[in-house]
């Protein structure tokens, strides 16, 4: 991505790790150093719909740099939409804006929308990924394995647990959590387990409490450096609660075999994109065998940072 190396870009989200991973990764793969910014919108324009325009009070952090307006502004989430037709304004059109998903709005209101492809957007300037942009690379995951002699050393095979939780769609119910412990119970292989704030203490406790016998089995105490690249670098296989729409993505783009964890619930859109997952061949639905495949890695980042390339040069 040589032709856009020198050129300055932002990010703004509403500070979100998932939505803003996803624009990281399209700027990384563009080669471009980005600062993030993030966006908290007052009332009473928090609460309203972008379709109405009428965003008019809003703060970042950290404050705006006064240095002058980006060439390439990333923007994800409902409330960045106000950040990006400000900038676009100030900028007097001088700045390239690029929306991460579905903004529900009309996408002419960016010069680029990247979305995937159980989105319902559409248009001459929308462009659809299999999945969502990530930050998962080879050369990324292989170097953070080395920064974790305590996985490193566990034996092969070994699976990474990748354990989200409740949401607006799904739901992990300590019914899940217990079959889902006897399963990898069964299991001969190294676990390395890691959780997210969504899954509860009361779910976590189980896990640990059910698999403390386990022969080899890590748990992320969420003390220290976080060791999720490591996991996906060194996992021969890969298990993910069907409730991230990142996580999923993130994992098929290892190339390895990937299960999702069914939890209780489904939307149309994650569900959707699970299906495409499972068409592609990168995904299969666990339950309790455990097998290993091949499929072409997803590359949706580099997809979207050669989609912004031939935009940008080419406006």
């Not at 998903?101 to 002419?108: G, N, V, Y």
């Not at 462009?127 to 305590?150: G, M, W």
């Not at 095979?157 to 217990?178: C, Y």
């Amino acid at each position: 991505m040589q032709k856009l190396k020198n050129i300055s870009c932002w990010i703004i989200t509403e500070g979100m790790a998932g939505t803003e991973n996803q624009c990281l990764g399209v700027a990384e793969s563009l080669e471009v150093s980005a600062q993030i910014l993030r966006i908290t919108l007052t009332q009473p324009w928090k609460s309203l719909s972008p379709w109405l325009g009428f965003e008019q009070a809003f703060t970042f952090s950290p404050r705006l740099p006064t240095s002058g307006w980006p060439d390439l502004l990333i923007v994800s989430g409902r409330k960045s939409i106000a950040a990006a037709r400000y900038i676009k304004k100030q900028s007097h059109g001088k700045t390239f804006t690029v929306f991460i998903q579905d903004p529900r709005i009309s996408p002419k209101e960016f010069d680029l929308v990247i979305a995937p492809e159980h989105d319902p957007v559409t248009g001459d300037n929308v462009v659809k990924t299999t999945a969502a942009p990530n930050r998962i690379t080879s050369d990324k995951i292989t170097q953070a394995a080395n920064s974790f002699a305590a996985l490193r050393d566990m034996p092969s095979p070994r699976i990474a647990v990748l354990i989200g939780g409740n949401s607006k769609a799904h739901r992990l119910t300590s019914f899940i959590v217990e079959k889902l412990c006897t399963h990898l119970a069964a299991l001969t292989q190294s676990l390395m387990i890691t959780t997210s704030r969504r899954t509860g203490a009361e779910n976590e406790e189980m896990l640990r409490h059910h698999l403390s016998g386990h022969h080899n089995v890590y748990f992320w105490d969420h003390q220290g450096e976080n060791p999720y690249f490591a996991m996906l670098a060194l996992a021969d296989i890969i298990m993910v609660t069907n409730d991230s729409a990142s996580m999923l993505s993130e994992a098929a783009t290892t190339g390895k075999p990937v299960y999702a964890i069914p939890l209780e619930g489904g939307g149309k859109r994650i569900d959707a994109m699970l299906s495409r997952l499972i068409n592609h061949g990168a995904v299969r639905i666990f339950d309790g065998k455990i097998e290993s495949w091949t499929y072409e890695p997803l590359n949706d980042a580099d997809k979207a940072a050669r989609a912004i390339e031939d935009a940008f040069t080419s406006r």
